[in-house]
Structures are given as structure tokens and as C-alpha cells.
């Protein structure tokens, strides 16, 4: 076992925590009042394509399409995808 090894996943586990916030910020925010890239930055995402991926990866749609729905059509907040939580 390589010292990667025992790092990844922690890591991982961040990883998805910043996800569910970003997707949290971005189901919560008004049309006009934000950019996927405001909130993927604001949640330490530097690279965009990869975290477009990744996000794509846990929630099946891409940031945009979260950024785009329209309020309504939201997850209520009270109940976020726990099953990608734990």
C-alpha cells in the first residue's frame, strides 16, 4: 500500500462534501444572481472541465442544467441525495 493509497479516500470523501455544497448553492440561487463558475471557485474547484465531470459523475446532469432549473422544479432542502452522502 502506497501512501496515495491511504490518502485517496478522504480525499474522495471532501471531494463529494464540496459537490453537494456547490450543488446546494446552485439550486438556491436566482436566475442572474451567480455563475456555476462563481460557485465552483467559491468551493475550490480550479478546473472546470474536471469539475464539471465530476459533477456530472454524482448528480447526472451538469452544473448548468442544476443552475438553470427553475426553483420549483428544486430538490426541497431538507432532503439532499443522502444515498451520495454516506
Not at 465531470?53 to 439532499?80: H, I, N, Q, V
Amino acid at each position: 500500500m502506497t501512501p496515495t493509497d491511504r490518502i485517496s479516500p478522504p480525499v474522495a470523501y471532501l471531494t463529494r462534501l464540496r459537490l453537494h455544497r456547490v450543488r446546494q448553492a446552485l439550486l438556491a440561487a436566482t436566475h442572474g444572481s451567480t455563475t456555476v463558475s462563481a460557485v465552483a471557485l467559491d468551493w475550490g474547484f480550479w478546473h472546470f472541465g474536471e469539475f464539471s465531470r465530476a459533477y456530472k459523475g454524482c448528480f447526472g446532469e451538469l452544473p448548468s442544467d442544476t443552475l438553470r432549473r427553475k426553483p420549483s422544479a428544486a430538490e426541497p432542502s431538507g432532503s439532499p441525495n443522502r444515498s451520495a452522502d454516506s
